[in-house]
């Protein structure tokens, strides 16, 4: 077997030299990079204070924290357009800040008040804004899977170039429902980015153990879905996976399948003692692979000042409090609520 032979070094007949640092990409990635600290630092400040809220018996049912994933949803989103739609599970609150959804409506929806998004009726799991494209978080295992496909199906029935990016855990990604619309996707070349955010664990049980598959990126090539791994730790690496996953899509090519390598650092649900890892397992991972402090590192390195890094950091503490008080004051939803968004009635020869 030939043995490659690096530019620069021994037998190569000329020598490499490094090109000059380019300010304008700096400057570039310093602008990315400080939207996407922003963004993150959103959804753990806002997730801390959903914890709280919910110690404090202020949210009731089921709350998945997406502490230590923000990277993933963040990194993607800032490969869509306008116009692209987003479908999810219930670990859903980040994916919704991320698309913009108000933090005031979002934790509203969470205390179950009436000025949240779904009329406080939704709650943690079913909330949705059709301003925002979001189609809501999915508490089924796996059930948004074929949503987001449908939703792909109709943007390549009426011809635009829309994307919908299907978000799915590693647990669901064993899930029956799952390949049929792999199948489906890949048959029909709908505009469909799956993504798998693989944090290592389901409800209790490592993927290890779950599944057979030890790159989940490959599932999809049953059906000719190309693939690909990624950092889900480092927000810029996922931001450029899903840009040319989102472009293969866009240009009317089938499906994509990203597999977003996370972790979360809280329980699978606010009820799970998390018994199944070792204190020493999230310390590691918290100190050497945080997507935040990861970025903050960056961009000091980059030039910006601790203090202006601190100053974004206050400002979106005093959001995340005012989205609390605002949900604590916002009024009950009433009794006839019950009764609303319960079926549409179409048009008499529609």
Known sequence: MAKAVEVGKRGTGRQSRAEPPDPQKGETEKQQLLKAFGDMLLIRRFEEKAGQLYGMGLIGGFCHLYIGQEAVVVGIQMGLTEGD???????????????????????AELTGRR??????????????????????????????????????????????????????????SNQGQVYES??????????????????????????????ASKDLSRNGEAWGIPGKQVDGMDVLAVRQ???????????????????????????????????????EEIQKVRTEHDCIEQARHRLTE???????????????????QDAADFAQSSPEP????????????????A
Request: aromatic letters at 10%; one cysteine or more; a neutral charge.
């Open 115 to 172: 000025d949240g998004y779904s009329r406080g009726k939704g709650g943690s799991m079913h909330m949705f804004s059709r301003e925002k494209n979001f189609f809501g978080g999915h508490g089924i295992v796996g059930a948004q899977v074929p949503i987001g496909t449908g939703i792909a199906f109709a943007n390549r029935y009426r011809g635009n170039d829309r994307v919908c990016v299907t978000y799915f855990g590693e647990g669901a």
């Open 334 to 349: 009433e009794a006839d609520e019950l009764w609303t968004d319960v079926l549409a009635e179409a048009p008499v020869g």
């Open 85 to 107: 739609e987003i479908v999810t599970s219930y670990r859903d609150h980040g994916h919704m800040l991320a698309t913009g959804m108000e933090p005031r409506g979002v934790m």
């Open 241 to 279: 996976a899903a840009d040319a996953a989102i472009a293969y899509c866009r240009a009317g090519n089938g499906p994509f399948l990203l597999e977003v390598k996370t972790y979360r650092y809280r329980g699978h649900s606010m009820s799970d003692p998390g018994k199944y890892r070792t204190r």
């Open 302 to 320: 980059l030039g910006v000042e601790e203090a202006e890094l601190k100053r974004i950091d206050d400002g979106i503490k005093k959001t995340v």
């Open 182 to 211: 792999f199948n489906l996707a890949a048959l029909m070349r709908l505009p469909v980015v799956y993504v798998i955010e693989n944090n290592r664990y389901g409800m209790g049980t490592s993927v290890d153990r779950a599944s």
